[in-house]
Every structure is written in structure tokens, then in C-alpha cells.
């Protein structure tokens, strides 16, 4: 018995010991600080965080025996998820260090709006047969298998003309924007006829988020902003596919992009989200468009400049139309892929364009006003200094 208390009390030690150094990490580490407390109350489970309460509120473990929480089987299973990020009872938190896009989906708030709800970030669920591959449409534009490539520093976006009322600014034929999609197949139940519950469901090889980026990139063009197009379907063309694996796919059509259009200063990884329709909807003079997120992969070291470049687009983007984004969202370098191929350039950015529950027309909407954003941003970026090129690449 003697021997029990000991161990106990020893572990307890140890998990406290453990817990204030895990707190005191996070306060210097974290760009974007969460309660401890709340982090805390997220990690373990009710019986377990009550337990917890009892030590110190005696009342909340009279009708039960704490000891049963506080075996050393649930004190070294704790302690040792606090240590490694791995639930022994999940083995999904295993994985999630080997494959890529298996991790919890976990987001921190960087940048709010009016349409922020802190509670509600960037939702992404694998399709219902996920791993599979299956007859894949015609894309856009494939890539031409210059994998490998790496990016180099580009020179300034300079128009062909001065903008003047008679002539339009365009970029004389030079691609300067690249859209493209990791997950082209994503698609809406509306389009596809399915029910809501069955949101899993909504990837489809034809009637899909691609056609959304096509949209963009005409109005871009319209704009006389030189976009290139990627709408790989990597599911059929890619041998044993695997959804898991979709950035490391998308990583090589980004490389090959630079490799075949080396003026491309912004690029823009186009998905939808997952999120309820109730919270992904705007109405603005009685039309509907889809809201967007802004998502940060924080395993790429320079995510910072990322950041900034998304923050300028959001602030354009709610001056234009207000409410329209959720805000800046950033994954973390241990949860899933968390980089989303924003390494290779500063002025690279995921946008999640409305969700599953959203319709097509909604998300085409908003595509337009995207573009209108971009091309802001491309003119404005031109006319500060064209002595300076942007810096648009990573080398």
C-alpha cells in the first residue's frame, strides 16, 4: 500500500512537473497564444479533467474513487501523450506523423473579421473512399513533367503598358498568378444530389472545385492578369493513388507551374471547406456567396510572410465586401501536413472557397470577387516600385 502512494505521488509530480513545462512552452513559443487551461481541458477527457478538479475541490470526487482515474496505467497514458502528441487508445495520432493529412484537424486563429466565430475554423474530412483512384475527367492544363524543378527568384510583374483610360493594364501574355488544387475533386452535395449527410460523399471527377478555379482565372484574364491553371485529377493520373498523399502530388504540379511560367508571383491552392451551410453563407443585395478561409501551414518556417500576404488579400477582400471572410486559420507543424507547399513562395496561400453545403454558383460568386482582389493586389504590387522584384519565390 505504501508502495502505491508513492507511485502515485511520484507520477503526480511528474504530470504536474510536465504540465507547467508544457504551459511555459507554449506562453514563449506560440505566436498565437490558447489558454492553457482550455488546451488542457481539450486534451483529456471529462472523467478525467473532473478528477483532476477533485484534487483541489473535494466536494466534485465524493461519489467516486479518484484512484480509478488516477491509476498509474491513466497517469503514464497521459503523461505520455502530453510528451509525444500520441493517444495509445487512438491510433490515428500514430499515423498522423507518417501520413500526411491524417493529422487531428486542429486550427489556431491568427487574423478575425466580423464573420469569425473562434470556435468554427477550416473543417477538411477525406472522402468516403478515400485512397481510391477511378476514372478522372479532362483537366485544364496538365503539367508538362518537368517534376523536380526548383523555383528561382523572379523579376518585378511590370505591365506591358502603362495603365492609361484608353488602354487596359495587362501583363503582355506573361503568366503571373498560378491557381491550382491538392484536392481537385472536392465538390458540393447540391451538384451532386446527395444529402447532406452523405457531405462525404461530395468529390466527383467532373463537377468539382476545378471548375470554380477556371472561373477565376477567365475573370482574372478579363483583368489582364496572366493566370496558369493546374486542375490535375491526381486520383487518375496518378498511380495507386492515395488522398493522403495529395500535397506531395500538388507539391511537384507547383514546381513544375514555376518551371513552365517563371513570372508567376501569387499563388493560390483553391479547396472547399466542409463547415455547415448555416456559417458559410454571405447575403449581399439579396445574392449569396460562399465565405472563405485563409489557411497557414505553420511547418513552413517562413509562414510568417505567408501570413502577411494572406492578411493584405483578407483586408482588401472585407473592404470590398464585408463579412465575406472567416478569417486567417493556421495548422500546426504537428497536425497533419501543416505547409501546404507555401515553402516554395511568401505570396502563397490555401483558400478554402465556401463548403460542401455551399452551391457551385455561390462559390462562383465569390471567385469573381476574388479576382477582383487579386488583380488589386497584382497592380498595386507593380506600381510601388519596379525597380524591385517581388519576392515571389523561394530559391
Same mark, same amino acid.
Given at each position: 500500500?505504501?508502495?502505491?502512494?508513492?507511485?502515485?505521488?511520484?507520477?503526480?509530480?511528474?504530470?504536474?512537473?510536465?504540465?507547467?513545462?508544457?504551459?511555459?512552452?507554449?506562453?514563449?513559443?506560440? &505566436?498565437?497564444p490558447?489558454s492553457?487551461?482550455?488546451?488542457?481541458?481539450?486534451?483529456?477527457s471529462?472523467?478525467?479533467f473532473?478528477?483532476?478538479?477533485?484534487l483541489?475541490?473535494?466536494?466534485?470526487?465524493?461519489? @467516486?474513487?479518484?484512484?480509478?482515474?488516477?491509476?498509474?496505467?491513466?497517469?503514464?497514458?497521459?503523461?505520455?501523450?502530453?510528451?509525444?502528441?500520441?493517444?495509445?487508445?487512438?491510433?490515428?495520432?500514430?499515423?498522423?506523423?507518417?501520413?500526411?493529412?491524417?493529422?487531428?484537424?486542429?486550427?489556431?486563429?491568427?487574423? @478575425?473579421?466580423?464573420?469569425?466565430?473562434? =470556435?468554427?475554423?477550416?473543417?477538411?474530412?477525406?472522402?468516403?473512399?478515400?485512397?481510391?483512384?477511378?476514372?478522372?475527367?479532362?483537366?485544364?492544363?496538365?503539367?508538362?513533367?518537368?517534376?523536380?524543378?526548383?523555383?528561382?527568384?523572379?523579376p518585378?510583374?511590370t505591365?506591358?503598358?502603362?495603365? &492609361?483610360?484608353?488602354?487596359?493594364?495587362?501583363?503582355g501574355?506573361?503568366?503571373?498568378?498560378?491557381?491550382?488544387?491538392?484536392?481537385?475533386?472536392?465538390?458540393?452535395?447540391?451538384?451532386?444530389?446527395?444529402?447532406?449527410?452523405?457531405?462525404? %460523399? *461530395?468529390?466527383? *471527377?467532373? %463537377?468539382?472545385?476545378?471548375?470554380?478555379?477556371?472561373?477565376l482565372?477567365?475573370?482574372?484574364?478579363?483583368?489582364?492578369?496572366?493566370?496558369?491553371?493546374?486542375?490535375?485529377?491526381?486520383?487518375?493520373?496518378?498511380?495507386?493513388?492515395?488522398?493522403?498523399?495529395?500535397?506531395?502530388?500538388?507539391? @511537384?504540379?507547383?514546381?513544375?507551374?514555376?518551371?513552365a511560367?517563371?513570372?508567376?508571383?501569387?499563388?493560390?491552392?483553391?479547396?472547399?471547406?466542409?463547415?455547415?451551410?448555416?456559417?458559410?453563407?454571405?447575403?449581399?443585395?439579396?445574392?449569396?456567396?460562399?465565405?472563405?478561409?485563409?489557411?497557414?501551414?505553420? !511547418?513552413?518556417?517562413?509562414?510568417?510572410?505567408?501570413?502577411?500576404f494572406?492578411s493584405?488579400?483578407?483586408e482588401?477582400?472585407?473592404?470590398?465586401?464585408?463579412?465575406?471572410?472567416?478569417?486567417?486559420?493556421?495548422? !500546426?507543424?504537428?497536425?497533419?501536413?501543416?505547409e501546404?507547399?507555401?515553402?516554395?513562395?511568401?505570396?502563397?496561400?490555401?483558400?478554402?472557397?465556401?463548403?460542401?453545403? =455551399?452551391?457551385?454558383?455561390?462559390?462562383?460568386?465569390?471567385?469573381?470577387?476574388?479576382?477582383?482582389?487579386? *488583380?488589386?493586389?497584382?497592380?498595386?504590387?507593380?506600381?510601388?516600385?519596379?525597380?524591385?522584384?517581388?519576392?515571389?519565390?523561394v530559391?
Amino acid at each position: 500500500m505504501g508502495k502505491m502512494f508513492l507511485l502515485l505521488s511520484t507520477a503526480t509530480f511528474f504530470f504536474f512537473l510536465v504540465l507547467g513545462a508544457v504551459g511555459f512552452s507554449q506562453t514563449k513559443l506560440q &505566436t498565437s497564444p490558447v489558454s492553457s487551461m482550455k488546451g488542457l481541458a481539450a486534451a483529456v477527457s471529462n472523467e478525467f479533467f473532473i478528477d483532476m478538479l477533485g484534487l483541489e475541490v473535494p466536494h466534485l470526487s465524493e461519489q @467516486k474513487e479518484a484512484a480509478s482515474t488516477f491509476s498509474q496505467k491513466n497517469v503514464f497514458g497521459f503523461v505520455f501523450r502530453m510528451l509525444t502528441d500520441i493517444n495509445p487508445h487512438d491510433p490515428k495520432t500514430l499515423l498522423a506523423r507518417e501520413v500526411p493529412g491524417l493529422g487531428i484537424d486542429s486550427s489556431v486563429l491568427l487574423r @478575425k473579421t466580423q464573420s469569425t466565430n473562434p =470556435n468554427a475554423g477550416p473543417i477538411d474530412y477525406p472522402p468516403s473512399n478515400v485512397g481510391s483512384g477511378g476514372s478522372g475527367g479532362t483537366p485544364d492544363s496538365q503539367p508538362g513533367g518537368t517534376g523536380g524543378v526548383s523555383p528561382t527568384p523572379l523579376p518585378s510583374p511590370t505591365p506591358s503598358a502603362e495603365p &492609361t483610360p484608353a488602354a487596359k493594364p495587362t501583363t503582355g501574355g506573361k503568366k503571373v498568378v498560378l491557381i491550382y488544387h491538392s484536392h481537385n475533386r472536392e465538390s458540393w452535395v447540391s451538384e451532386l444530389g446527395l444529402k447532406a449527410e452523405d457531405a462525404n %460523399k *461530395a468529390h466527383d *471527377a467532373e %463537377k468539382n472545385i476545378t471548375q470554380v478555379g477556371k472561373h477565376l482565372v477567365d475573370r482574372l484574364e478579363e483583368k489582364g492578369i496572366g493566370t496558369a491553371h493546374y486542375a490535375t485529377d491526381y486520383a487518375s493520373s496518378i498511380k495507386d493513388y492515395n488522398w493522403y498523399y495529395s500535397y506531395k502530388y500538388s507539391q @511537384k504540379t507547383v514546381k513544375e507551374a514555376f518551371a513552365a511560367n517563371s513570372d508567376i508571383q501569387f499563388v493560390f491552392d483553391l479547396h472547399r471547406d466542409d463547415s455547415p451551410r448555416e456559417q458559410s453563407v454571405l447575403t449581399v443585395d439579396g445574392k449569396k456567396y460562399a465565405k472563405v478561409f485563409f489557411v497557414i501551414g505553420q !511547418k513552413n518556417k517562413a509562414w510568417e510572410k505567408n501570413e502577411a500576404f494572406a492578411s493584405q488579400m483578407q483586408e482588401k477582400l472585407e473592404k470590398k465586401m464585408p463579412g465575406i471572410s472567416r478569417g486567417i486559420w493556421a495548422k !500546426k507543424t504537428h497536425e497533419g501536413n501543416a505547409e501546404y507547399n507555401q515553402s516554395l513562395s511568401p505570396n502563397s496561400v490555401l483558400v478554402e472557397v465556401g463548403s460542401v453545403h =455551399n452551391t457551385k454558383d455561390e462559390a462562383m460568386r465569390t471567385a469573381e470577387v476574388l479576382a477582383d482582389v487579386i *488583380a488589386d493586389m497584382y497592380w498595386d504590387a507593380a506600381k510601388v516600385d519596379q525597380s524591385k522584384p517581388l519576392d515571389a519565390k523561394v530559391s
